[in-house]
């Protein structure tokens, strides 16, 4: 069938009717081109969307045969184009279905991808959230550790929680046995927290709720409107307590805190709670410890200065009472002496003998007061220490005892150190060592060594050995009590010479021993503190 041929004007407006869709199809299509040519690497499916585009282009390709068949009879041409768009409209049309269960998958994977990416928002928050509380509780630990006082504790750890929390008040409370002490309030307390906190201290079982909590050494939190089963009555606003432990594992106290109506406890708030509760039992008990440890502190400085006041009043004593016990001493003696020089020619053998008595023993007595008196000294006296040169102070030992020395006495001093000691007390501990060693000599040359080596926990051991009589084992220990002897009348002596020794080593802090083989020789050991390091 021939179409009847067209006025040109009428042309040239289907021209234009026909043409405006098919510039459309055409750029739809080319954008689309220009699209899945720019995403070719991420876009899925573009061989999809390459069709389709084809499919809009032969669309438009048959809106512009409909124009030039009007003009000229192209039927053929015509007839291609819609034979190509029918073919390109079922292969695009037989293309989709399947790809129907991929682009459900995809739109699937994309509201997980969402829902993922939530999720890890919320995390994201939860770990602020987390690592402000773990700040709060680092900042908490370094503000209690220059708490003082238990007081000192509750302030500070509820000046930080309060506001952290939101909380509208909190309180510590401190347990004395079935009694609790709300010791440090928060904020503005209402009802019945109100009447409590005005209370010195109350039974915990008057308040089921903290009764259960630290009894049970558990946590309790309420929201608005709950109660614990077996109370009636309900909080107004929300509600938590944490339980304070020792050391032990047993409850000391609690930490609650009340919140505004409306405002639940999260999980990370009654973590916070929890863990700062920890950090504050750990605080109370130091600042107990403290306060232990400084209540002794001035216990033993009180018992220290009596000890000194006793000491200075023995001393005092001591002194007065040797002067007293030796002027009726002295007093016999001087008589004694005045008898033997003018009447001694008039006694008969036992007057002369009972005379000698008198005043040996009134010499004996006059000594045996003034050992008692430096023993009773060396023990209450605090020594002057200072650095003392020990070879020197023995060397001025032997020079007091040269007539003791003459004949087959061989003295040895072996590496002797300066020490940290009293050398008025050295010089005595000495002497008597090396007297006892000239006193109880064999008939043999007698040889005294006397030499020091490196002792432990920086002190110097001295040795003063000799090749003398010797000393029977069970008698290791006594010789060194007061008035021990064990030659009561072959050597003379007090009996107190190795205890004022043994008094004079103890009181620097050191030890005296004897390792001795009887008939063969004898060691005295002792140690004494070294020098500080700076001397």
């Given at each position: 069938?021939?179409?009847?041929?067209?006025?040109?004007?009428?042309?040239?407006?289907?021209?234009?009717?026909?043409?405006?869709?098919?510039?459309?199809?055409?750029?739809?299509?080319?954008?689309?081109?220009?699209?899945?040519?720019?995403?070719?690497?991420?876009?899925?499916?573009?061989?999809?969307?390459?069709?389709?585009?084809?499919?809009?282009?032969?669309?438009?390709?048959?809106?512009?045969?409909?124009?030039?068949?009007?003009?000229?009879?192209?039927?053929?041409?015509?007839?291609?184009?819609?034979?190509?768009?029918?073919?390109?409209?079922?292969?695009?049309?037989?293309?989709?279905?399947?790809?129907?269960?991929?682009?459900?998958?995809?739109?699937?994977?994309?509201?997980?991808?969402?829902?993922?990416?939530?999720?890890?928002?919320?995390?994201?928050?939860?770990?602020?959230?987390?690592?402000?509380?773990?700040?709060?509780?680092?900042?908490?630990?370094?503000?209690?550790?220059?708490?003082?006082?238990?007081?000192?504790?509750?302030?500070?750890?509820?000046?930080?929680?309060?506001?952290?929390?939101?909380?509208?008040?909190?309180?510590?409370?401190?347990?004395?046995?079935?009694?609790?002490?709300?010791?440090?309030?928060?904020?503005?307390?209402?009802?019945?927290?109100?009447?409590?906190?005005?209370?010195?201290?109350?039974?915990?079982?008057?308040?089921?709720?903290?009764?259960?909590?630290?009894?049970?050494?558990?946590?309790?939190?309420?929201?608005?409107?709950?109660?614990?089963?077996?109370?009636?009555?309900?909080?107004?606003?929300?509600?938590?307590?944490?339980?304070?432990?020792?050391?032990?594992?047993?409850?000391?106290?609690?930490?609650?805190?009340?919140?505004?109506?409306?405002?639940?406890?999260?999980?990370?708030?009654?973590?916070l709670l929890r863990r700062?509760?920890?950090?504050?039992?750990?605080?109370?008990?130091?600042?107990?410890?403290?306060?232990?440890?400084?209540?002794?502190?001035?216990?033993?400085?009180?018992?220290?200065?009596?000890?000194?006041r006793s000491n200075a009043?023995?001393?005092?004593?001591?002194?007065?009472?040797?002067?007293?016990?030796?002027?009726?001493?002295?007093?016999?003696?001087?008589?004694?002496?005045?008898?033997?020089?003018?009447?001694?020619?008039?006694?008969?053998?036992?007057?002369?003998?009972?005379?000698?008595?008198?005043?040996?023993?009134?010499?004996?007595?006059?000594?045996?007061?003034?050992?008692?008196?430096?023993?009773?000294?060396?023990?209450?006296?605090?020594?002057?220490?200072?650095?003392?040169?020990?070879?020197?102070?023995?060397?001025?030992?032997?020079?007091?005892?040269?007539?003791?020395?003459?004949?087959?006495?061989?003295?040895?001093?072996?590496?002797?150190?300066?020490?940290?000691?009293?050398?008025?007390?050295?010089?005595?501990?000495?002497?008597?060592?090396?007297?006892?060693?000239?006193?109880?000599?064999?008939?043999?040359?007698?040889?005294?060594?006397?030499?020091?080596?490196a002792g432990p926990d920086?002190?110097?051991?001295?040795?003063?050995?000799?090749?003398?009589?010797?000393?029977?084992?069970?008698?290791?220990?006594?010789?060194?009590?007061?008035?021990?002897?064990?030659?009561?009348?072959?050597?003379?002596?007090?009996?107190?010479?190795?205890?004022?020794?043994?008094?004079?080593?103890?009181?620097?802090?050191?030890?005296?021993?004897?390792?001795?083989?009887?008939?063969?020789?004898?060691?005295?050991?002792?140690?004494?503190?070294?020098?500080?390091?700076?001397?």
């Amino acid at each position: 069938m021939l179409y009847p041929a067209l006025e040109p004007s009428l042309y040239s407006k289907l021209s234009k009717l026909w043409g405006q869709p098919s510039a459309s199809y055409t750029v739809i299509a080319g954008i689309l081109g220009w699209i899945v040519y720019r995403n070719r690497q991420a876009l899925p499916f573009d061989w999809v969307v390459l069709a389709f585009g084809l499919f809009i282009v032969a669309c438009g390709l048959t809106h512009v045969m409909h124009v030039i068949t009007r003009v000229t009879p192209l039927y053929w041409l015509d007839g291609y184009v819609r034979g190509l768009t029918a073919v390109v409209s079922l292969a695009t049309a037989a293309a989709l279905p399947p790809l129907v269960p991929r682009v459900t998958a995809l739109l699937s994977a994309e509201r997980t991808l969402v829902e993922q990416q939530q999720d890890l928002e919320r995390v994201n928050v939860a770990l602020q959230e987390a690592a402000e509380r773990s700040d709060l509780l680092a900042a908490l630990g370094d503000a209690l550790q220059g708490a003082q006082t238990d007081t000192d504790v509750q302030l500070t750890a509820l000046d930080r929680l309060g506001p952290a929390l939101g909380a509208t008040s909190m309180l510590v409370a401190l347990l004395d046995g079935q009694q609790a002490r709300p010791t440090v309030v928060w904020g503005v307390p209402t009802g019945r927290p109100a009447e409590l906190v005005a209370q010195d201290g109350f039974d915990v079982q008057q308040v089921p709720v903290l009764a259960r909590s630290l009894q049970a050494g558990s946590a309790t939190y309420l929201n608005e409107g709950q109660h614990l089963p077996g109370v009636a009555s309900s909080l107004s606003g929300a509600y938590g307590l944490e339980p304070i432990f020792n050391a032990a594992g047993q409850v000391t106290g609690g930490v609650a805190a009340w919140r505004p109506a409306g405002q639940a406890w999260r999980a990370g708030e009654q973590d916070l709670l929890r863990r700062a509760a920890a950090t504050v039992g750990l605080a109370l008990e130091r600042t107990q410890a403290l306060s232990e440890l400084a209540r002794q502190h001035e216990a033993l400085s009180e018992a220290n200065r009596n000890l000194e006041r006793s000491n200075a009043d023995l001393d005092r004593f001591a002194s007065i009472a040797s002067h007293d016990l030796k002027a009726p001493i002295r007093a016999v003696t001087s008589f004694a002496e005045l008898l033997s020089a003018r009447y001694a020619p008039h006694l008969e053998g036992r007057g002369l003998t009972y005379l000698t008595q008198i005043r040996t023993n009134g010499y004996h007595m006059e000594r045996l007061v003034d050992d008692l008196l430096l023993y009773s000294r060396a023990a209450v006296t605090s020594p002057a220490f200072a650095a003392v040169d020990t070879a020197t102070t023995v060397q001025n030992v032997l020079t007091r005892l040269k007539p003791d020395l003459e004949g087959d006495v061989t003295v040895t001093l072996l590496n002797l150190p300066a020490v940290q000691g009293d050398a008025a007390q050295l010089d005595r501990l000495f002497q008597n060592l090396l007297s006892n060693a000239l006193k109880y000599r064999k008939p043999d040359p007698l040889q005294i060594i006397v030499r020091a080596q490196a002792g432990p926990d920086h002190t110097w051991q001295f040795d003063v050995q000799d090749n003398g009589q010797g000393i029977e084992p069970e008698y290791h220990q006594r010789i060194f009590q007061l008035f021990a002897r064990l030659h009561h009348r072959e050597v003379d002596g007090t009996g107190l010479g190795l205890a004022i020794c043994r008094r004079i080593v103890q009181h620097h802090g050191g030890d005296l021993w004897v390792e001795s083989t009887p008939g063969q020789c004898s060691t005295f050991s002792f140690t004494l503190p070294r020098l500080p390091q700076h001397a």
